[in-house]
């Protein structure tokens, strides 16, 4: 069953060329694969039967010029500072890593969330206090991501290369 495994901020107004370009990519490991608009434009969600790390290893093969970043979710919370920091934790957790270095970004559409800024610092001062992680801006191991879609969040605790961004592939090529 295909499941919601990406956040695609692509150029305005061409959400649905960006969204075939995206998925000429990855037809050829799951020809069921598709994406939906959002009522925010410019943001698109994939939704796929493969694993969301998956569809980002996919993407870094191949060029998709109208998006600027692809975030894998593993995660889909509800809205809420608390609730988003909560689910950051556990799947931190999950990750059984102790003392890794972290960066959080994350962004908000819609008017649920009052402050990006208020779930970053929240999410930050729990993984610093409660399994000993420690902020990195520059040079983290993971980035905690979270994509705020009005009442929904999508998160994602990843390798600091596991968000594809298109100015990172132009450098590398």
């Not at 999950?94 to 972290?102: G, M, P, S």
């Not at 779930?119 to 905690?144: C, H, K, M, T």
Request: a positive charge.
């Amino acid at each position: 069953m295909k499941k919601r495994v990406a956040v695609a901020s692509v150029e305005v107004s061409r959400e649905d060329k960006a969204g075939i370009e995206i998925l000429d990519c990855i037809f050829p490991y799951d020809s069921e694969a598709e994406y939906i608009k959002t009522k925010y434009p410019g943001i698109i969600i994939i939704l796929s039967n493969l694993d969301p790390l998956e569809i980002i290893k996919i993407l870094r093969k191949c060029f998709v010029s109208l998006a600027y970043k692809v975030v894998p979710i593993q995660l889909w919370v509800k809205a809420s500072p608390e609730i988003i920091s909560e689910a950051c934790i556990q799947l931190a957790k999950k990750l059984k890593v102790r003392k890794a270095t972290f960066r959080v970004e994350g962004n908000r559409r819609g008017r649920v969330v009052k402050s990006r800024s208020e779930v970053i610092r929240r999410i930050a001062f729990r993984l610093v206090n409660e399994l000993g992680w420690r902020a990195s801006i520059e040079d983290p191991q993971y980035i905690v991501d979270f994509e705020i879609l009005g009442e929904e969040a999508g998160i994602c605790i990843v390798p600091k290369h596991f968000i594809w961004r298109r100015k990172e592939y132009l450098a590398l090529t």
